[in-house]
């Protein structure tokens, strides 16, 4: 007879529970951060003198939160892939976590030279914006986090769905959204901040399933 660990029958019980309440605080972080960028980016991008102090300090807010939001983002994949156990497929699990790595470190680029143009404007104003540096810095941050950021959260979706259809951890409905989401956010190209919320909606959405799914009582 095999006696049972309490400290693994502990971790088991309280892993979902860990990672909906990432995933939970994720969401909220990266959307209120995503919003906040979206409110601030004057109309005419190629006129650096359109941003305001108002706009450069709400921008600058949602940037700050943001390193706390990807720290809760691999605390989320980590948990979940946890949750998974033995069941992962290893080939669909170097694709999920290798994803979300990369996803986080082009968010973390992305605005790392965001937080560089904006540092620059409190130290020098609005003349170390010269047009050149700024459209520059600018069409970087674009690139990175509207272009390759979005790619990789597609690909973490759809891996994550792939792995949730073949080891039944998530109900089937939930994988065909992903895949549906994740398909969405890799083919459609736009530079409007707002296809960006797609993310961490869906992520909410995993967590909170999670989250009730384990309050609720077995047997029920």
């Avoid at 990672?19 to 005419?44: C, E, K, N, Q, T």
């Avoid at 941003?51 to 979940?80: D, E, H, N, Q, Y």
């Avoid at 290893?90 to 994803?99: C, M």
């Avoid at 674009?142 to 769905?161: R, W």
């Amino acid at each position: 007879m095999t006696a049972s660990i309490p400290g693994k029958a502990a971790q088991g019980a309280t892993a979902p529970r860990a990672a909906a309440v990432a995933g939970i605080l994720f969401a909220l972080l990266f959307g209120a951060s995503i919003v906040l960028m979206r409110l601030s980016v004057p109309a005419d991008l190629a006129d650096p003198s359109a941003w305001t102090p108002a706009t450069l300090s709400r921008a600058a807010l949602g940037m700050r939160v943001i390193p706390f939001a990807g720290i809760l983002f691999l605390w989320f994949v980590g948990v979940i892939r946890d949750q998974l156990g033995a069941a992962e497929d290893k080939f669909f699990a170097t694709v999920t976590l290798g994803s979300a790595l990369v996803f986080v470190a082009l968010t973390f680029a992305a605005f790392g030279v965001a937080g560089g143009l904006f540092e620059s404007y409190h130290v020098g104003g609005l003349e170390a914006w010269s047009p050149a540096v700024y459209l520059f810095g600018r069409s970087v941050v674009d690139q990175i986090f509207n272009t390759y950021a979005v790619k990789m959260a597609s690909v973490f979706m759809f891996s994550l769905g792939t792995l949730w259809r073949s080891t039944g951890v998530m109900p089937r409905s939930f994988s065909l959204l992903t895949y549906a989401l994740a398909v969405i956010m890799l083919v459609v190209f736009s530079r409007s901040l707002w296809i960006l919320l797609v993310f961490p909606a869906w992520v909410l959405l995993v967590s909170v399933y999670i989250l009730i799914s384990n309050l609720r009582p077995k047997g029920s």
